[in-house]
């Protein structure tokens, strides 16, 4: 893949995993790894959830440590190293984007399914140019005009992948709360609520809306994104985005529940039809 594809942060996942499993394989402890290569114990953990870029010394002395001797198998591995260093179309945006969020631009762009809930704001790969715009300000305040388009511009080249050929599908609840709060003026939520009419109608688009009636539901504890990969040997991830940071859980119990939580929001929610009579709802009473 070339550097403009999402493949790296995919490389660096499967590379991870396996280390983590020919470790685990010769028993030998995360504390152990990480003295053999002058690293501490969170460096591998970092390492094998492929949080990390590597290098190739590093994964050179851990195959040893592992008893990988066979020179096939090692270059194989080492070759995926390398590939996994190639820096993501998205890294000349990175001096605008807080540290954590280029690693999930990565993990975005290399799912297969996207499910997702939302209840600050619409879902940045469903945003138009102009509310998007209005949501990067308020959360760029003091920030120049060149930084906020950048930033802007950033979230437009993330949305052309919804639109390829090989698009994920995305599996959305927006609380109703996302779409009653303004931002921008009227003509910002009209453009907004009308270019969700129109994505919906997307093959690859299941987009319903959590209403104020429904009262209290399993999206209590704030939104979430949980992403899945066609690589049979990465395991699904559960984005949560934070104030000063973001977690990525993988652990398969962790993302059991959050799977559980988004399956009663999406039984509890009005359909993707119905969901789109209560946007067009929204936008005539706008």
């Given amino acids: 893949m070339s550097a403009g594809e999402p493949g790296s942060v995919v490389r660096r996942m499967l590379l991870g995993s396996q280390l983590r499993r020919l470790r685990e394989a010769r028993g030998i402890t995360r504390e152990a790894a990480g003295y053999s290569i002058r690293a501490s114990e969170s460096k591998i953990s970092r390492m094998e959830l492929g949080r990390v870029s590597f290098k190739t010394r590093d994964v050179e002395d851990l195959l040893t440590l592992y008893g990988i001797t066979d020179e096939a198998e090692r270059e194989s591995l080492l070759s995926l190293a390398r590939e996994a260093n190639v820096a993501g179309w998205w890294h000349s945006y990175t001096d605008v984007l807080p540290s954590w969020f280029p690693t999930y631009v990565g993990l975005e762009g290399a799912a297969s399914l996207i499910r997702v809930y939302e209840v600050q704001f619409v879902h940045g790969l469903l945003q138009t140019e102009e509310y998007a715009r209005e949501v990067v300000r308020r959360g760029m305040k003091g920030a120049s005009a060149a930084d906020i388009e950048r930033r802007v511009a950033l979230r437009l080249e993330r949305q052309r992948h919804l639109l390829s050929d090989n698009a994920p599908e995305l599996h959305i609840v927006l609380d109703e709360a996302a779409l009653r709060r303004p931002y921008g003026d009227r003509d910002v939520m009209r453009g907004q609520l009308q270019h969700l009419i129109d994505i919906s109608g997307r093959p690859n688009v299941r987009l319903q809306v959590m209403p104020f009636s429904f009262g209290g539901h399993s999206g209590e504890s704030g939104a979430f994104t949980i992403l899945s990969f ?57």
């Fill in 230 to 286: 066609p690589e049979s040997d990465l395991s699904d991830v559960v984005y949560l985005e934070q104030l000063t940071s973001a977690l990525y859980l993988d652990k398969r119990e962790d993302v059991a529940q959050y799977e559980q939580a988004l399956k009663e929001l999406q039984q509890d929610s009005p359909g993707p039809d119905e969901s789109r009579d209560l946007l067009r709802g929204l936008l005539q009473l706008s």
